[in-house]
């Protein structure tokens, strides 16, 4: 099934690429959410299923439209920018990553990783025990962080009342 | 595993849910709420009677001395948190008693607030408080003894407050939190050395828990001390021992009912289950029973002194319960377990009628409070008469009523209390601290009886005064045929109580010259009180008669000893005044003579340097400064606050790193 | 056959088109699009690292659900703020919100 | 009788591999993963014929149906009783010119039907239509579907954006605030039966709902009517919906899934009196086609899963086969909601948030309480009685709410 891996990775650099490179912001974002689904596309040839799906209900189905109503509400409605990512003080960006690129590539190239897969075949059931068991605390603190989240961003977002004069 | 055991969280459950249901109803339904709370309450005392036959019926065994129900909690890797409910004497007698008076308070509260508005809130808080001293009561495991007991803490500030637009409310509220939190510091660290030392959080656990045997043997004996005193710390607050006692009285401004349950009968009562529950710990190191002996007899007498000289009815009583209180632990501590819960018990009942007859008394009274506004109820509220002289008799310890026999097996056991490290005569100030008390306490209840109901009325409030309906006399007269009742369990000699709590352990044998002075204080107390406070003294507008022989003394007494004042000149005064010399501090020492005098050398200076650079320096420097400034342009290249940029700098730096770490690396 | 590198050199790609995102463009919304690049990076090395040398324990898969759940809290407060910015300066570029600056 | 036509249809796919097979097996050296691709597409082929088909006989019912409620004919022209319609319909929007806006945004424009397809297909994988008929049996059923589900929201936006008329974004917007209210209730009612049920696999679920009571030595007449009332009852009495939160949960579901797909009276994206018709105004011709398409295709797959997930999937007694009684538990939910379409006003703006936020939100959240009750009190009979008093009495003081003031009567004064 190596064909599945090469046509993801494709896929998924094509469209991060895209989904950073271009200036009219609903392009961008609509790159990104074919970006998180191939993401998703990873996990299931991991065989991590609960986490493909679980990405693409997060990503594609409340993180993208989340990005997608600030643009609409920061931005005129075409969403066009007037930066181009490529103008002249962007250079030392591109500079910047391709260099870290070069040193994580480096990196791995030196430590290869000969492994064998054996398929470890594991069921909600077992996400649902680790979630409950071993990593009861962790689970109970992000479910207080995201509601802390919800609230701060309500209280964030909402309008100030208009002060009378 | 027995049903009763199996469910035994019901019995704290039930409330908790009726408190949920009942916060969720609208204002106006009273009737649904305080249905809900009642029946849920009614269900809880079944429980507890169901629990307590079973104990009874299970034999003295000692494998059923403590039957417990634990179960997971919180996993956090590999490591879990336990806890567990516990079934044993102690638990089902505390179940028996809050269960009991709180149904009865419950029902009397349906009369008492009746015309407030807030009625719905008052049921709620209520139920919430019976569920968290419930699960207190049946926890098997500090920590959740800790919660509940927090929980209890909340709950009785809540109702403390429940009038929080009165001032004094809000600030008695105030008050009963900041001083029992004190002591719960203490009891934290407590909680924390003993779950260390014991690598347990439960008590219980098939001989694995921390008061087990085996863990117990561990605990030193210097652990064991610090951790007993520490806990002690949190049952102080709790149970208002000296010094922390102050917030019991200013509590009084609750509704009554409130009073009655919470801070008589049962959640001033927890400290003194604490001590009772963490007893095993305690006998480790007979330094700690000394020190909660001499705590509880010197609060025992102190609070006494201070009854007699009050005003208001409700704080006549108050001081009452920390005096009583004070006996309770004075018991413990000298050893006496059983005696010091049997005083527990019988208390809860016949305090709890003081107040529900209190409260009766202002209901009727228009909510006026001052005992010398009342007199002549006698005849008035009967039926309330009956049953305040039975209160009082009982807790006065008037023979064959309950405060009697538990008074007296206090005493007992503080005659027989020989340490061996302290000398004959500290040994005996509890003995004689007790008596005293037992004077101290006949007479002032007969001179609040006599100001209260003797007499003709002095005050329009008092005149216009009528029996209450019988959703509150009812609770009454249970409560009068429970504090004449309970004291037969403790029967000198033939103690049933003594045999439920602890079957092994052999009493003291009666004495009956101790038992026949005890009868003779009590009764000569009486006596004094009442020839002192009758004729004259009744009549409207008369001083007390105290006042008048003893001015200066009862000016103390009545301004008990000035400790409010006391704390607030030093403790608050401490505090205040500590701050604002740190502010001065701040203002005038950093602020004013560092700051501002260094600015002003540096001006100075930066004068005389002016003339020396402007002269000489000027020129020559002016290459070198062009240069400096060239530098700081790519500085502020670095540092320009784009956080982009930061980040490429990172970037750039972790390559740079990773090349170093490579070159490095090589060689 | 793919190998674990495979997947680490995908991941490692998707990072750094993640960095070169929050590092080249000027609009704060594209920059934390970069930065969700980023996280799914990290979360594409998580769930290899889980797959191949993987044990029962499922570490992976935890760390890598509440990196999501992060990331997903992230993206809340950050275009909550981002929209509270634009409120008030009209603008959401990155460099032109400067009024620390002295 | 029942399991004769399960067969058949069993036998038929055995056929249709077979005879593949053999195909396959004329060349030379056939690969080994031959066959397995073989039976992939076959599936997919299956799914893909099926379900258009099902989809155009849809429109027509859909248009017979509203016409007989408000007192017309319908289609009656092409064919008997206008059944050929669809193709009629067909053949139009196929033919038709297809217009793009000057300014629009040509390749997201593009790409929206398709997307929307795509995500109203890929949900039917897991659906599982017959014994031993679903697409594909993965473990993460029920997500799968939620997440397949989610995209469709990204393509009307699309649609919405990408044709630059102030109607079609606000349709747009209109439809992705109401998906997002509405997919909390929709997917918190279908946790209870995950819950109860212990799995996300959906051929687990409908399996669930079966019962396995059976009767001793069947003799005799009396013990062949018993067998018979039981066979019933094993077969109909585990559906979900007969248990109280089953109820309530299946109620949610079907409203927020008639918000999530934008059908009256949730239709507010689409309402033609004030935006025309929405995210799909500046469409025409197949593209407007497809949008019709995948709304249908959303729909019948919606229905599946509640039938799914509360009526007991293919389960029913041995009278149709497995997949005639899903398909008719589908017709039978897509009725109602035409006869709701048929018979429902549209709501407001801020009822219909405040409907979901206020009224089925909690009263999901309860339902999942009173799911957890109903699964740990050990007595069946009490633990139906516990979760049908907290769900009722939810359900009396929630509603409290959501009336907010009382309707006055109308005086028409000029009439």
């Known amino acids: 099934m190596d064909y599945v891996f090469y046509i993801l990775a494709i896929w998924i650099v094509g469209s991060g690429l895209l989904a950073i490179l271009q200036r009219n912001l609903v392009h961008c974002a609509v790159a990104l959410i074919a970006f998180f689904a191939g993401i998703a596309g990873i996990f299931f040839s991991l065989h991590a299923e609960f986490l493909g799906a679980i990405q693409v209900v997060v990503y594609v189905g409340a993180i993208a439209v989340l990005i997608l109503f600030a643009i609409m509400l920061t931005r005129h409605v075409t969403g066009e920018e007037e930066v181009s990512p490529f103008s002249r003080h962007a250079i030392w960006g591109w500079i910047a990553s391709a260099a870290v690129l070069c040193v994580l590539l480096y990196s791995l190239d030196k430590q290869m990783f000969a492994i064998s897969a054996e398929p470890s075949q594991i069921t909600m059931l077992d996400i649902g025990n680790a979630m409950m068991q071993r990593y009861a605390v962790p689970f109970e603190v992000i479910s207080l962080l995201l509601t802390a989240a919800l609230v701060g961003a309500v209280v964030i977002a909402l309008e100030e009342p208009r002060e009378r004069k | 595993m027995p049903w009763i055991v199996e469910n035994l969280w019901l019995i704290a459950f039930l409330p908790f849910l009726a408190a949920g249901i009942s916060a969720l109803m609208p204002r106006a339904q009273k009737k649904a709420s305080s249905g809900i709370v009642i029946f849920a309450m009614a269900l809880s005392l079944l429980l507890s009677l169901k629990a307590g036959g079973y104990l009874l019926k299970a034999g003295s065994s000692h494998e059923t001395l403590h039957l417990v129900r634990n179960f997971d909690w919180l996993p956090y890797g590999d490591t879990v948190i336990r806890l567990g409910f516990l079934l044993d004497p102690l638990s089902a007698m505390m179940l028996f008693v809050v269960s009991f008076v709180s149904l009865l308070v419950f029902i009397f509260s349906l009369g008492y607030m009746d015309h407030d508005e807030n009625f719905t809130r008052f049921f709620t808080f209520l139920s919430l408080f019976a569920g968290s001293m419930l699960a207190l009561v049946i926890a098997n495991s500090l920590l959740l003894l800790f919660m509940a007991w927090e929980l209890v803490g909340l709950s009785s500030y809540l109702l403390i407050g429940f009038w929080y637009q009165k001032p004094s409310a809000a600030a008695a509220m105030k008050k009963a939190f900041i001083t029992t939190r004190i002591g719960d510091l203490g009891f934290f660290i407590g909680l924390l050395w003993f779950h260390y030392a014991s690598g347990t959080s439960l008590f219980y656990d098939q001989g694995q828990g921390a008061l087990d045997p085996t863990k117990l043997s561990i605990l030193g004996g210097s652990a064991a001390l610090w951790i007993s005193l520490l806990v002690f710390c949190g049952a102080v607050g709790k149970s208002g021992q000296f010094p922390l006692h102050v917030w019991l009285p200013d509590a009084m401004e609750g509704p009554t009912p409130v009073s009655a349950l919470i801070h008589a009968a049962t959640m001033v009562a927890a400290g003194v289950f604490l001590v009772g529950r963490m007893y095993p710990v305690f006998e480790i190191n007979p330094t700690a029973l000394e020190v909660v002996a001499f705590v509880g007899a010197f609060t025992a007498l102190f609070a006494a002194t201070i009854a007699v000289a009050q005003w208001d009815i409700k704080r006549i009583l108050a001081y009452s319960t920390v005096s009583q209180l004070g006996y309770m632990m004075m018991g413990l501590g000298v050893g006496g377990y059983v005696s010091g819960l049997f005083h527990l018990f019988t208390h809860a009942f016949f305090k709890a009628l003081l107040f529900l007859g209190s409260g009766s008394i202002i209901h009727a009274c228009h909510h006026e409070q001052d005992i010398r506004k009342m007199g002549g109820l006698k005849d008035r509220m009967s039926r309330t008469f009956v049953c305040y002289m039975i209160g009082m008799f009982a807790l006065s310890g008037v023979p064959l009523f309950a405060g009697f026999f538990s008074k007296d097996e206090i005493l007992l056991d503080a005659l027989h209390f020989h340490p061996a490290n302290l000398p004959h005569f500290a040994s005996r100030i509890p003995i004689v601290f007790g008596l005293i008390g037992a004077f101290l306490t006949a007479f002032y209840m007969m001179r609040q009886v006599k100001y209260v109901f003797f007499g003709s009325p002095r005050d329009h409030g008092a005149q216009h005064a009528h029996e209450s309906g019988s959703p509150m006399t009812l609770p009454l007269i249970f409560l009068a045929l429970m504090a004449v009742a309970t004291g037969f369990l403790g029967w000198p000699g033939h103690s049933w109580f003594h045999h439920f709590m602890e079957p092994a352990a052999e009493a003291h044998p009666t004495n009956l010259y101790l038992m026949l002075g005890s009868i003779a204080i009590v009764l000569i107390a009486l006596g004094v009180s009442a020839f002192v406070y009758s004729g004259e003294a009744l009549r409207a507008g008369a001083v007390d008669p105290l006042e008048a022989r003893f001015a200066s003394l009862f000016r103390v007494l009545n301004n008990k000893y000035y400790i409010d004042e006391f704390y607030e000149k030093t403790f608050v005064l401490f505090t205040r005044t500590f701050s604002r010399i740190i502010v001065r501090f701040d203002r005038y020492i950093l602020n004013g003579f560092f700051v501002w005098g260094s600015a002003l050398i540096v001006y100075g200076l930066s004068l005389v340097n002016q003339l020396i650079d402007e002269a000489a320096i000027n020129r020559g420097f002016d290459k070198g400064c062009r240069s400096v400034r060239t530098g700081s342009q790519w500085n502020r290249w670095i540092q320009n606050g784009l956080s982009q940029h930061y980040l490429k700098i990172t970037s750039l730096a972790i390559v740079i790193l990773f090349l170093l770490a490579l070159f490095i690396g090589r060689t | ?102 | 009788m029942y399991e004769f036509f399960d067969q058949i249809i069993f036998k038929i796919g055995n056929v249709i591999i077979a005879v593949l097979t053999w195909l396959i097996s004329l060349f030379a050296t056939p690969p080994a993963w031959l066959p397995a691709v073989v039976w992939f597409v076959f599936k997919v082929v299956l799914i893909i014929a099926t379900f258009p088909a099902i989809f155009a006989m849809t429109t027509w019912a859909e248009r017979k149906i509203l016409g007989r409620i408000q007192n017309r004919l319908g289609p009656n022209r092409v064919g008997p009783v206008g059944l050929f319609q669809p193709i009629a319909d067909g053949i139009k929007t196929l033919t038709k010119e297809d217009i793009v806006p000057a300014i629009a945004d040509k390749p997201i424009h593009t790409m929206a039907p398709v997307i929307a397809v795509v995500a109203s297909f890929l949900v039917i994988a897991v659906l599982p239509i017959g014994r031993n008929m679903i697409g594909a049996d993965l473990n993460i059923g029920v997500l799968f579907f939620f997440a397949a589900g989610s995209i469709s929201e990204v393509s009307i936006f699309m649609a919405g954006w990408a044709s630059r008329n102030k109607y079609s974004l606000l349709g747009g917007m209109r439809a992705i605030a109401q998906m997002v209210s509405y997919e909390i209730p929709f997917i918190l009612s279908a946790v209870t039966v995950v819950m109860v049920v212990g799995s996300l696999s959906t051929s687990q679920i409908v399996s669930a709902q079966q019962l396995h009571l059976l009767v001793e030595d069947p003799e005799g007449l009396g013990d062949l009517l018993k067998r018979v009332v039981f066979h019933f009852y094993n077969n109909i009495g585990g559906w979900f919906v007969f248990q109280p939160w089953g109820f309530f949960g299946f109620v949610i579901f079907f409203t927020s899934s008639l918000a999530e797909l934008n059908r009256s009276p949730f239709d507010l994206p689409e309402a033609e009196s004030e935006i025309i018709a929405g995210h799909h105004t500046e469409y025409s011709g197949f593209k407007f086609a497809l949008f019709a398409l995948s709304e249908y295709i959303s729909m019948i797959a919606v229905c599946g899963l509640a039938s799914t997930l509360f009526l007991g999937g293919w389960n029913g007694p041995h009278l149709l086969p497995s997949w005639g009684w899903f398909f008719l538990k589908v017709f039978s939910l897509m009725f109602v909601m035409i006869w709701i379409r048929g018979t429902f006003p549209r709501l407001r703006a801020d009822q219909l948030m405040g409907f979901a936020w206020k009224f089925l939100l909690p009263l999901s959240l309860i339902n999942i309480f009173s799911a957890g009750l109903w699964y740990h009190i050990p007595s069946r009979a009490f633990g139906w009685l516990a979760s049908a008093l907290i769900m009722g009495g939810a359900y009396h003081f929630l509603s409290r709410g959501v009336v907010t003031r009382d309707i006055e009567k109308r005086i028409y004064r000029f009439a």
């Open chain 3, 1 to 102: 056959m793919v190998t674990l590198t495979h997947y680490l050199v995908l991941a490692a790609v998707v990072f750094c088109i993640g960095l070169a995102g929050v590092l080249t463009r000027r609009n704060a919304i594209m920059v934390l699009v970069g930065l969700e690049m980023m996280l799914n990076a990290g979360n594409i090395n998580l769930v290899a690292f889980w797959r191949y040398l993987g044990s029962q324990a499922m570490s992976g898969q935890m760390f890598a659900i509440f990196a999501i759940a992060v990331a997903g809290a992230e993206a809340a407060v950050g275009l909550a703020l981002l929209i509270a910015v634009y409120r008030h300066f009209r603008n959401v570029s990155v460099e032109e919100i400067s009024s620390l600056k002295g």
